[in-house]
């Protein structure tokens, strides 16, 4: 059985890309910083195991992919499902803000792709899942540090895609735009902020975490192995069409 590991594993993509995995037939490491909410999800899933773990932290890491060596013999896919989000301006933004936002954006990321990449040069290759941000390539407004991390997390992308491209690893990003998720909640808890957000986007809504999860899961299970180096807008159409403006009679 492949076996896919999935950091923030509980959070509102990453879970549905647990079940999307399960069911397609996959082992599922679920991994996140809190036992409690991990232990929910294996409860509600079939073949979800979980581990806990710091994404942030460099050792952990290195141990927790040893242990699903040791346990599962492979690892076959890995979906960095971690992630956070800043909104304020630059000069409002203070050196920890940005060291924090870097942390649980680019370091998780980092560590993931070099915990995996030489169990994975050692199997059969693999597929490794990242998250960027349309705010990484599409200015906007309040969002200098989460568009810095995630900028860097593109270039991580593609340096690693070629670096394992002759040895069967395929690195791809997904840049979403905002999604309702739990990470999202407080930026979308009052009426007037939904209907902003919704209207930001060119569709006429905000993203589904569901509509994000099937894009990381076919990444994973189902995109060619053609396919590497590439981050995919899935995004409402922000960023890249404009919306369509309403004229009044």
Not at 24 to 42: H, I, M, Y
Not at 52 to 65: F, G, L, S, Y
Not at 90 to 97: F, G, K
Request: proline share 3%; hydrophobic share 45%; charged share 20%.
């Amino acid at each position: 059985m492949s076996v896919a590991w999935v950091l923030g594993a509980a959070g509102g993509v990453g879970s549905v890309v647990c079940q999307n995995l399960s069911k397609q037939g996959w082992k599922v490491v679920g991994s996140g910083r809190t036992e409690e909410t991990l232990q929910a999800l294996s409860s509600q899933i079939d073949n979800v195991e979980i581990l806990p773990v710091d994404a942030r932290d460099e050792v952990a890491m290195k141990q927790a992919v040893a242990d699903i060596i040791e346990t599962h013999g492979r690892l076959d896919a890995v979906v960095v499902a971690v992630g956070s989000i800043l909104l304020r301006p630059l000069h409002a933004t203070s050196a920890e803000q940005v060291q924090d936002t870097i942390d649980q954006n680019l370091t998780t990321a980092f560590n993931a792709v070099r915990s995996a990449a030489v169990p994975m040069m050692r199997g059969d290759g693999g597929r490794i899942v990242l998250f960027s941000s349309v705010a990484a390539s599409h200015g906007m407004t309040n969002h200098a540090a989460i568009a810095a991390a995630k900028g860097a997390v593109e270039g991580l992308t593609r340096a690693s895609a070629a670096d394992y491209a002759k040895r069967g690893i395929r690195v791809n990003a997904i840049a979403p735009a905002m999604t309702d998720t739990p990470m999202s909640e407080n930026l979308l808890k009052s009426e007037t902020s939904r209907k902003i957000s919704d209207s930001m986007h060119p569709v006429g809504r905000i993203g589904e975490a569901k509509e994000i999860a099937d894009v990381a899961s076919w990444l994973v299970d189902g995109a060619p192995e053609w396919m590497t180096g590439q981050v995919i807008g899935v995004n409402g159409g922000l960023g890249t069409i404009k919306p369509q403006e309403s004229i009044k009679a």
